[in-house]
């Protein structure tokens, strides 16, 4: 018999493989663990319990999947921006913005409450936020649906559609308004909008889809925000004829002007296509047939003659649109038609919009990726060069001279074949992290000139957590504070993520799970019940002197109907009490004087909700018409979904007389566990078989809070005689977990 104490104070290796549980002399081995649920891993070796997440609000049609893009237009006016059914809605601070304001003049008692408000202009759908009641107080601080709309009068019903019943509430007095959810209609159906892509400048950002014309969203205040189709000058055209095909203009300036092809050369889809003519250029406007076309004239022409001298735009209903954008040195750079999928379209120096090519250093340029497959250009990534990912493998382009990007020195070389996947890459520094093209792998594509003569090399970052992403991923966004945590999504909607530190060698994955629960179909697997909230969007907006912050939907059940909301992760550092402790998902908080029921709680209307109470856990409670009744008054409360976080340790490896102790019987009897800020922790041999470590002494009041710890917690290990030696670690109540370390010990018996 050996006597032991191994010594687990890092998890910086993060969740590894099962496959790994062989290697047990590998560094990677040592800090890694077989299960990390709903924790996250510190860049410095620890673990904390992910926040939970607070409920903001239900996307306008949760019939439909929809997407979050961010929108930062300075570091004190960030956004987020929900797009769903071609309507895009804005969040801002955690809340909905809200728009056009209607006074309420009076209310009813009545089933359903009927609203007076002169004129109001409402429809029956809308969405609006009720406040400043006077009297009717119930009503305040929530969203409705309009219903049964007249002219001076509407109902209002809950996000279930139940019409809202004031027989019992407090008689109305004065005041109100219903405040609209401000939304502005866009080009994009549901179906599209994860195919956008984006980039912005200030208060304008570009967004392209392959079936869509290119549009500008200029934001001028808080609630509003502006689509437009821009203008771009001369361009970008296709290759100049070379057949013996003219076209015949019939005037040199004006606009309903006929332009005539000796040969079939129109479709129906070229309205609003370029037309590059000799001395300036025009767009369709009407097709008449396959020879004949109207035109407008932009920059007047040279001659009203035939001529092969021209040339048709590059972006039309009929070759599709860039599928890809970014900025680069001053440049607005647009890629991938539908027709031209290895092309990339590079605007003048300094002036986004036009597309004048030329042979100056500041004019515009065209340049195709050579390559002997047609490999769809999937993303561009700026740093200090710009990295090009296509299905077929990834690219980086460079000059001739090393110099800025001109017309005659650009260069675009290959680097690696492993080819990406049409999900949009994060930028960590000067470091591209994209998904290889079967889903399942995130790669790092960085400049390795030191260390591998080809210059830039695509590191697998999955390799010791291929089992984390199995299954394939579809979104990713990136968390630089308070640790860099890389966010993605996994295609049976749970959450996966990557503590990443490169400067450490810290890649550490971790899985989590949003609370709740979701029956039917999702994607393309096929209808089951899922023990768990599927997260379908994520984006992360940074702060100017907090935390960054990260936005997700989340499909559930609720009431027997799929629900979509929009959640935001709380802050890591949730304070020194457990008072501001905030460990659940959909919640909402509670801030005031003495209160005795925990109301607004609609969204989770039938669902079984944990909490604290002033800093101590209070019983489940079922929500029943928006509201719990607490056990005892509140000044402080946090209610929502409850989540269990979990670490589960690699079999231990700590050595015995004659060599390992692996497949040997082993007994733990007693753990030190070092821990943070943490109450409330259970501790076993595996996930059935936990104890719970008591914190609260006998002379703490039930009702009061107890004090974080910070330290170490010796307790008996209640585990048997084994081979198989893991350590769960888990919390399980709304209250916060950080564990640094574990110190087991144990006799490890040698057969």
Not at 32 to 45: F, Y
Not at 104 to 131: C, Q, R, W, Y
Request: no cysteine; glycine share 8%; aromatic share 10%.
């Amino acid at each position: 018999m050996a006597r032991s104490a191994p010594n687990l104070s890092s998890f910086v290796a993060g969740e590894v493989s099962p496959r790994l549980e062989g290697r047990t002399e590998l560094d990677k081995y040592r800090a890694g663990a077989s299960e990390l649920l709903n924790m996250v891993v510190h860049p410095h070796g620890g673990v904390s319990r992910r926040p939970g997440t607070e409920f903001l609000g239900e996307v306008k049609d949760s019939s439909v999947k929809t997407r979050l893009i961010p929108f930062q237009f300075k570091t004190t006016d960030t956004y987020i921006l929900e797009f769903g059914d071609s309507v895009m809605r804005v969040y801002r601070n955690g809340g909905q913005v809200l728009g056009a304001s209607k006074t309420i003049t009076a209310i009813t008692k009545a089933n359903p409450v009927v609203l007076t408000s002169n004129g109001h202009g409402m429809s029956n759908g809308d969405e609006v936020f009720v406040s400043t009641v006077g009297g009717m107080t119930e009503l305040n601080g929530r969203n409705y649906k309009v219903a049964s709309v007249t002219t001076n009068t509407f109902s209002l019903t809950d996000m279930f559609g139940t019409a809202i019943n004031s027989t019992n509430f407090t008689t109305y007095t004065s005041g109100g308004k219903a405040e609209l959810i401000f939304s502005v209609a866009t080009p994009y159906p549901a179906a599209k909008v994860f195919d956008l892509r984006f980039v912005q400048s200030a208060d304008t950002m570009y967004l392209v889809h392959p079936e869509y014309a290119p549009r500008t969203l200029v934001r001028t205040d808080h609630n509003a925000w502006t689509f437009a189709t821009p203008t771009f000058i001369d361009g970008p055209y296709l290759d100049v004829n070379t057949t013996t095909t003219t076209l015949n203009p019939g005037a040199t300036s004006g606009t309903g002007v006929t332009l005539a092809a000796s040969a079939s050369l129109f479709a129906s889809t070229d309205v609003g296509r370029l037309v590059s003519l000799p001395g300036g250029n025009a767009t369709i406007t009407a097709f008449t047939d396959a020879q004949n076309v109207t035109i407008t004239i932009n920059a007047t022409l040279s001659a009203a003659t035939a001529t092969t001298n021209w040339a048709l735009g590059a972006w039309s209903d009929t070759t599709g649109y860039p599928s890809s954008v970014t900025f680069f040195e001053q440049r607005l750079v647009f890629a991938a038609t539908t027709n031209e999928p290895q092309t990339l379209f590079f605007s003048k120096n300094g002036d986004y919009q036009n597309m004048t090519a030329g042979t100056n250093d500041n004019d515009a340029l065209i340049y195709q990726i050579a390559s002997n497959q047609v490999n769809n250009i999937r993303y561009m990534s700026a740093t200090r060069v710009l990295t090009i990912g296509t299905s077929g493998g990834e690219y980086v382009l460079t000059t001739t001279n090393d110099g800025p990007v001109t017309p005659t020195n650009a260069q675009i070389r290959k680097y690696s074949n492993y080819g990406t996947a049409n999900v949009e890459p994060v930028q960590v520094a000067d470091v591209t992290l994209f998904l290889q093209r079967a889903k399942r792998k995130v790669r790092e594509f960085k400049y390795a000139g030191e260390i591998n003569t080809s210059g830039y090399q695509a590191t697998d970052l999955t390799i010791l957590a291929e089992h984390i992403t199995e299954g394939g991923m579809s979104d990713m966004t990136y968390q630089q504070e308070p640790d860099s945590i890389v966010w993605m999504i996994r295609s049976d909607g749970a959450l996966l993520g990557m503590t990443y530190r490169r400067e450490e060698q810290v890649i550490a994955w971790h899985l989590h799970k949003i609370a709740g629960t979701y029956t039917g179909t999702h994607g393309s697997l096929a209808s089951a019940t899922y023990a768990y909230g599927l997260v379908e969007s994520i984006a992360s907006l940074p702060t100017e002197d907090s935390e960054d912050e990260l936005y997700m939907i989340v499909k559930r059940t609720i009431n027997s109907v799929t629900k979509r909301y929009v959640e935001r992760m709380k802050p890591f550092d949730f304070g020194d009490t457990s008072t501001t402790a905030f460990f659940v998902d959909s919640g909402l908080t509670y801030a005031g004087g003495a209160a005795s029921s925990f109301t607004n709680l609609y969204h989770l209307e039938g669902q079984v909700v944990s909490g604290l109470v002033n800093g101590a856990t209070h019983p489940d409670k079922t929500v029943a018409s928006g509201l719990i009744t607490l056990d005892q008054n509140a000044t402080t409360a946090a209610f929502g979904l409850n989540y269990t976080s979990r670490v589960q340790t690699l079999r231990l490896e700590s050595g015995s007389v004659d060599g390992t102790s692996q497949g040997k019987i082993k007994r733990i009897h007693s753990i030190t566990l070092r821990l943070h800020e943490t109450i409330g922790v259970e501790v076993g041999s595996s996930t059935s078989d936990v104890d719970r470590i008591p914190f609260r002494t006998s002379a703490m009041a039930m009702s009061a809070a107890v004090d974080l710890f910070t330290g170490d917690k010796e307790v008996e290990f209640r585990g048997g005689f084994e081979e198989d030696d893991k350590i769960v670690v888990q919390q399980s109540q709304p209250l916060p977990l950080t564990l640094l370390a574990i110190y087991p010990r144990l006799n490890t018996f040698d057969k």
